[in-house]
């Protein structure tokens, strides 16, 4: 036990501006006065009979933060909850909404910073958000609220499915198409099996971590996959969860491949993925690639950021769109993704939530052409260097893996949305 009084210094480095260290009690006080990284120093401790010791410290002074990156997308008529979170604010904390006001159907209490209810048709809001906390600090954000039609929840069979992957089955590793072609099975790439994260009230589905070994593949050679079976028009749509902009291995997450036959021996007839290549601001617009056996007639980088003459900025009832931030995801919540073609006005279309951002007619003056010659797998996630079955060329580390999560994905051989 130390003989009283202890006296109590700091023996090397120094304390952030606006905070001392009291020398009789060892006390550290005060209000930070500017922001600083961590920081070492070294307290030094001597009690009355001449024993000592140090320890080192850091202190870091961080302004208080909304945690929130972005909203959940609310459904008409479904219950919409999300409450908003802090960070180095001190408690309690007072929220308030200002800009535009929630749309018909949400309700927002100031005191827990919850937003809920159950809204009433599509909009798309621009909110600021801000929290108050105990000290008088003032925090903001600015976030979008946006409504989608409720037939979005849930990707479903029908008569117009020509396959649908659910990743709701028993096992991780084994993927079968819901409609019931078991020659359509998806296996895992390499040696990652179960590995799926659950999606409170959607089911448990595949999380990628950015290498090729996370993958899934299919056949080759197969007439649904290769979308020769929709032979006057087809959807592509998928339900995706973006990661950050740098995936689990250190490297740039800027494009993302959801699924398709391309594989990067671009021997493959068609690849739906993410891209911000040509963004201003990091954010991932759905795209498109469709290539022939030869090579001769293809379609690449068919999206917004590459073909900006594409770009639709269309209005949704009850609210508006302001730019182009509205292109793309720049949030890692859920969204919805798809890509639509009709052989009649040979026009390609891309959704966002539901919404055409972009549509390009006749984009080299010439049709597609499905002749399919080529040696592709269908694959989810992984943009395969070649053929790959429990392992092969399942491209690790390579460029283009998906980084993220993949929902539910369908092919259909009609166009679902727009028309």
Request: proline share 6%; charged share 25%; glycine share 12%.
């Amino acid at each position: 036990m130390p003989t009283q009084p202890v006296a109590w210094q700091i023996a090397h480095g120094s304390l952030p501006k606006g905070v001392a260290l009291d020398t009789g009690d060892g006390t550290v006080r005060g209000v930070p006065s500017e922001l600083a990284d961590p920081t070492p120093v070294r307290i030094r401790a001597v009690d009355a009979a001449g024993h000592a010791d140090e320890h080192e410290f850091s202190l870091h002074v961080r302004r208080g933060e909304i945690r929130d990156a972005g909203l959940p997308l609310a459904f008409v008529g479904l219950d919409y909850r999300h409450q908003f979170e802090s960070r180095f604010l001190v408690e309690p904390v007072r929220w308030s909404l200002k800009g535009e006001p929630l749309p018909s159907g949400f309700s927002f209490d100031p005191r827990t910073g919850m937003i809920s209810g159950s809204p009433a048709a599509e909009s798309l809001v621009d909110l600021e958000v801000l929290a108050l906390d105990a000290r008088g600090q003032t925090v903001s954000k600015t976030l979008t609220l946006r409504t989608v039609s409720a037939a979005l929840r849930r990707i479903e069979p029908d008569e117009h499915t020509v396959v649908l992957y659910d990743w709701q089955g028993p096992s991780g590793k084994f993927f079968r198409d819901v409609m019931g072609d078991e020659s359509l099975t998806l296996t895992w790439t390499n040696m990652f099996g179960d590995i799926r994260y659950p999606r409170p009230g959607w089911g448990r589905y595949p999380v990628c971590e950015g290498g090729g070994e996370w993958g899934f593949v299919g056949p080759q050679h197969s007439e649904k996959l290769d979308l020769r079976t929709c032979g006057r028009q087809w959807t592509v749509e998928a339900w995706v969860r973006r990661g950050g902009p740098i995936n689990r291995y250190g490297q740039p997450f800027d494009f993302g491949h959801i699924c398709g036959t391309f594989d990067n021996t671009r021997r493959g007839v068609w690849e739906l993925y993410l891209a911000y290549d040509g963004s201003s601001d990091g954010a991932m617009a759905p795209g498109a690639h469709f290539v022939d056996a030869s090579g001769d007639q293809t379609w690449m980088d068919l999206h917004p950021w590459k073909r900006p003459e594409g770009t639709v900025l269309e209005r949704i009832p009850g609210g508006h769109i302001k730019d182009r931030r509205y292109l793309g995801i720049r949030d890692t919540q859920w969204h919805h993704v798809a890509w639509q073609y009709a052989f009649a006005e040979n026009e390609h279309q891309l959704f966002l939530d539901g919404m055409l951002i972009w549509r390009l007619a006749d984009p080299q003056g010439r049709r597609p052409v499905n002749t399919r010659q080529h040696d592709a797998q269908f694959s989810v996630a992984s943009r395969l260097n070649g053929y790959a079955r429990y392992g092969g060329h399942f491209n690790w580390l390579g460029w283009g893996n998906f980084f993220g999560q993949i929902g539910e994905i369908r092919i259909s051989n009609v166009r679902r949305y727009g028309n």
